[in-house]
C-alpha cells in the first residue's frame, strides 16, 4: 500500500469545506512555518527534493532559490492550474476536492518567497472548480489565514483566481503570465527568466498545482522525512492521471517505488486491462511525451523492471526510454491503432499552436496533414520519412516547448510502430487498422537495439 501525503483525506465527507479540512489538521503547516524563517522553508523544500510536479521536473527549493529580491519591489507567486495536457487531470481532482490544502500551500510557499499577492491561473474549462476556489479562499480569509497581518505575523497575502480561455499554450509559465497581465497567450523569450522579470516585470515563481500542495506535507512532517519516501532522485509521492483502457481509471497517489506492471495490473492502482486484452502501449506522462510499446514500458533496454519514477521511464533517453512527464497515463490496448492516436495528437499540437515561431506554426499542421493522409489509406512510404524529416526540423527550434511537444510523439511512433505505418500504406483498403498486435502486445524477450 503506497503511502498517501495529498489524499490521505480524500474521502473525508466535508474535506472541501475549511471546518472539516482544520479538523484534519488543516493549516497546521502554516502554523509551523510562520515559526520558521523564509530561508528556512526554502531548505526544506530543498531537502525534500521536491520536484515539479507540472512535467519538466525541476528541483523546486532551487527554483525558489532563484528569485531575485530587489528592495522595494513585490514579488509574486503564481500557480499553474492550466492543466490542458491531453490525458492529465490530476491538478483537477486535488482542487475540486481539495482546495484547501492548495490555498495553505500557497501561503506557506508564498511566505517563504516573500510574495504578499498570489494568483492561480486555471485552465478556462475548468469554470465550475473556480467557484469552488473562491469559497475556500473566503473561508481561509474568514478564519484570519489571509488577508492582513496573517495570525499577528505581521504578513500579508491576497490570493486571486484568474481564469484563462481555454489555451493550451498558456501552460507555459511565460505565455501564461503573459495571458495573466491581459495579453495574448505568446511564450517569452528567455533569459530574462520569471524569477528575475516575470509578472508585470517583477520577481516571480510559477509553480504547477501538485508542487504546491507537496509543500504542505513537506513542512508537516519535514523535508529529511519527504526524502525518504521514493527512491533516489525521484522523492515524495506523485499523482498519476491513469485512463485509457483499463479497468480503474482514475488519480492515483504513488511513492514511486512500484513497478510499471504493478501500476497496470495491480487491483490497488489500475486493475488490468477490461476484456483480458493484451498491452499494446502506453503514453506515460501526457500526450506530449514518447508512446512505448509494451516490451519497452514494462522493461528497460537492460532488462531491468520498469519503475514509475522519472529515472526509471527515462532510462534508455528517447531511444528505448519515455518520460514521466506530467502523469497522464494513457494506457492502449491491442485494438488500438497507433498511427491513428499520433494523428489525434498532431491534431490538437497544430490547433494549440500559438503560431509565434515558424516551425511550429507550419510544422505541425503538416504533422498533422500527411498523418491523416497516411490514415486515410492515401500515403506514401515516402511519407514516413517525411514526417520523421519535418519532426526533426520542429524539435528545438521553437521559442517554448510546444514544438517539441509535437514532434516527440510523432518521433516515437514512428521509431517502435514503423511497421503499422508501412502496412496502412500497404494496405488501404482494410478498414480494421489493428496492424502489429503479435510483435507489440507481449514482452520481446531479445534486446532492443538503441539508436
Same mark, same amino acid.
Given at each position: 500500500? *503506497?503511502?498517501?501525503?495529498?489524499?490521505?483525506?480524500? =474521502?473525508?465527507?466535508?474535506?472541501?469545506?475549511?471546518?472539516?479540512?482544520?479538523?484534519?489538521?488543516?493549516?497546521?503547516?502554516?502554523?509551523?512555518?510562520?515559526?520558521?524563517?523564509?530561508?528556512?522553508?526554502?531548505?526544506? @523544500?530543498?531537502?525534500?527534493?521536491?520536484?515539479?510536479?507540472?512535467?519538466?521536473?525541476?528541483?523546486?527549493?532551487?527554483?525558489? #532559490?532563484?528569485?531575485?529580491?530587489?528592495?522595494?519591489?513585490?514579488?509574486?507567486?503564481?500557480?499553474?492550474?492550466?492543466? *490542458?495536457?491531453?490525458?492529465?487531470?490530476?491538478?483537477?481532482?486535488?482542487?475540486?476536492?481539495?482546495? =484547501?490544502?492548495?490555498?495553505?500551500?500557497?501561503?506557506?510557499?508564498?511566505?517563504?518567497?516573500?510574495?504578499?499577492?498570489?494568483?492561480?491561473?486555471?485552465?478556462?474549462?475548468?469554470?465550475?472548480?473556480?467557484?469552488?476556489?473562491?469559497?475556500?479562499?473566503?473561508?481561509?480569509?474568514?478564519?484570519?489565514?489571509?488577508?492582513?497581518?496573517?495570525?499577528?505575523?505581521?504578513?500579508?497575502?491576497?490570493?486571486?483566481?484568474?481564469?484563462?480561455?481555454?489555451?493550451?499554450?498558456?501552460?507555459?509559465?511565460?505565455?501564461?503570465?503573459?495571458?495573466?497581465?491581459?495579453?495574448?497567450?505568446?511564450?517569452?523569450?528567455?533569459?530574462?527568466?520569471?524569477?528575475?522579470?516575470?509578472?508585470?516585470?517583477?520577481?516571480?515563481?510559477?509553480?504547477?498545482?501538485?508542487?504546491?500542495?507537496?509543500?504542505?506535507?513537506?513542512?508537516?512532517?519535514?523535508?529529511?522525512?519527504?526524502?525518504?519516501?521514493?527512491?533516489?532522485? #525521484?522523492?515524495?509521492?506523485?499523482?498519476?492521471?491513469?485512463?485509457?483502457?483499463?479497468?480503474?481509471?482514475? @488519480?492515483?497517489?504513488?511513492?514511486?517505488?512500484?513497478?510499471?506492471?504493478?501500476?497496470?495490473?495491480?487491483?490497488?492502482?489500475?486493475?488490468?486491462?477490461?476484456?483480458?486484452?493484451?498491452?499494446?502501449?502506453?503514453?506515460?506522462?501526457? *500526450? *506530449?511525451?514518447?508512446?512505448?510499446?509494451?516490451?519497452?514500458?514494462?522493461?528497460?533496454?537492460?532488462?531491468?523492471?520498469?519503475?514509475?519514477?522519472?529515472?526509471?521511464? #527515462?532510462?534508455? /533517453?528517447?531511444?528505448?526510454?519515455?518520460?514521466?512527464?506530467? /502523469?497522464?497515463?494513457?494506457?492502449?490496448?491491442?485494438?488500438?491503432?497507433? @498511427?491513428?492516436?499520433?494523428?489525434?495528437?498532431?491534431?490538437?499540437?497544430?490547433?494549440?499552436?500559438?503560431?509565434?515561431?515558424?516551425?511550429?506554426?507550419?510544422?505541425?499542421?503538416?504533422?498533422?496533414?500527411?498523418?491523416?493522409?497516411?490514415?486515410?489509406?492515401?500515403?506514401?512510404?515516402?511519407?514516413?520519412?517525411?514526417?520523421?524529416?519535418?519532426?526533426?526540423?520542429?524539435?528545438?527550434?521553437?521559442?517554448?516547448?510546444?514544438? !517539441?511537444?509535437?514532434?516527440?510523439? @510523432?518521433?516515437?511512433?514512428?521509431? =517502435?510502430?514503423?511497421?503499422?505505418?508501412?502496412?496502412?500504406? !500497404?494496405?488501404?483498403?482494410?478498414?480494421?487498422?489493428?496492424?502489429?498486435?503479435?510483435?507489440?502486445?507481449?514482452?520481446?524477450?531479445?534486446?532492443?537495439?538503441?539508436?
Amino acid at each position: 500500500m *503506497s503511502k498517501k501525503l495529498l489524499l490521505k483525506d480524500a =474521502h473525508i465527507q466535508g474535506i472541501r469545506t475549511y471546518e472539516v479540512y482544520r479538523k484534519q489538521g488543516g493549516y497546521d503547516a502554516v502554523e509551523k512555518a510562520f515559526k520558521m524563517t523564509p530561508d528556512e522553508i526554502t531548505e526544506e @523544500v530543498k531537502t525534500s527534493g521536491l520536484r515539479g510536479r507540472g512535467g519538466a521536473g525541476f528541483p523546486t527549493g532551487m527554483k525558489w #532559490s532563484f528569485l531575485a529580491k530587489p528592495e522595494g519591489v513585490p514579488r509574486y507567486l503564481v500557480v499553474n492550474a492550466d492543466e *490542458s495536457e491531453p490525458g492529465t487531470f490530476k491538478d483537477r481532482y486535488l482542487m475540486e476536492f481539495i482546495p =484547501h490544502l492548495l490555498i495553505e500551500g500557497m501561503i506557506v510557499s508564498s511566505f517563504a518567497l516573500g510574495a504578499n499577492t498570489g494568483y492561480i491561473y486555471i485552465r478556462g474549462e475548468y469554470a465550475w472548480i473556480v467557484a469552488i476556489l473562491e469559497e475556500a479562499i473566503d473561508e481561509a480569509k474568514a478564519a484570519g489565514f489571509l488577508g492582513k497581518n496573517i495570525l499577528g505575523t505581521g504578513f500579508d497575502l491576497e490570493i486571486y483566481v484568474h481564469r484563462g480561455a481555454g489555451a493550451y499554450i498558456c501552460g507555459e509559465e511565460t505565455a501564461l503570465l503573459e495571458s495573466l497581465e491581459g495579453k495574448r497567450g505568446n511564450p517569452r523569450l528567455k533569459p530574462p527568466f520569471p524569477a528575475v522579470k516575470g509578472l508585470w516585470e517583477c520577481p516571480t515563481v510559477v509553480n504547477n498545482v501538485e508542487t504546491i500542495a507537496a509543500v504542505v506535507p513537506i513542512i508537516n512532517i519535514t523535508g529529511a522525512e519527504y526524502a525518504k519516501i521514493g527512491v533516489g532522485r #525521484s522523492t515524495g509521492t506523485k499523482l498519476i492521471s491513469a485512463c485509457g483502457n483499463i479497468n480503474k481509471p482514475g @488519480v492515483y497517489e504513488i511513492d514511486m517505488t512500484i513497478t510499471v506492471e504493478e501500476f497496470i495490473y495491480s487491483d490497488e492502482y489500475c486493475g488490468g486491462i477490461p476484456n483480458g486484452k493484451k498491452l499494446k502501449a502506453c503514453i506515460p506522462g501526457g *500526450s *506530449s511525451v514518447p508512446i512505448v510499446p509494451a516490451n519497452l514500458l514494462l522493461r528497460t533496454i537492460n532488462g531491468e523492471p520498469r519503475i514509475m519514477n522519472y529515472e526509471s521511464l #527515462s532510462d534508455g /533517453g528517447f531511444a528505448t526510454g519515455t518520460m514521466m512527464g506530467s /502523469g497522464g497515463f494513457i494506457v492502449l490496448d491491442e485494438d488500438q491503432s497507433v @498511427v491513428k492516436h499520433t494523428m489525434t495528437l498532431a491534431h490538437f499540437y497544430a490547433h494549440e499552436s500559438c503560431g509565434q515561431c515558424t516551425p511550429c506554426r507550419e510544422g505541425t499542421p503538416w504533422l498533422y496533414k500527411i498523418l491523416k493522409k497516411i490514415h486515410s489509406g492515401e500515403g506514401t512510404l515516402n511519407d514516413i520519412d517525411l514526417l520523421w524529416d519535418v519532426q526533426r526540423k520542429i524539435e528545438g527550434n521553437t521559442i517554448c516547448p510546444l514544438g !517539441d511537444a509535437a514532434a516527440w510523439p @510523432v518521433a516515437a511512433a514512428i521509431r =517502435h510502430f514503423r511497421d503499422e505505418f508501412e502496412w496502412y500504406i !500497404d494496405n488501404p483498403e482494410s478498414q480494421t487498422r489493428n496492424y502489429g498486435l503479435a510483435n507489440y502486445a507481449d514482452p520481446i524477450p531479445v534486446a532492443v537495439k538503441a539508436e
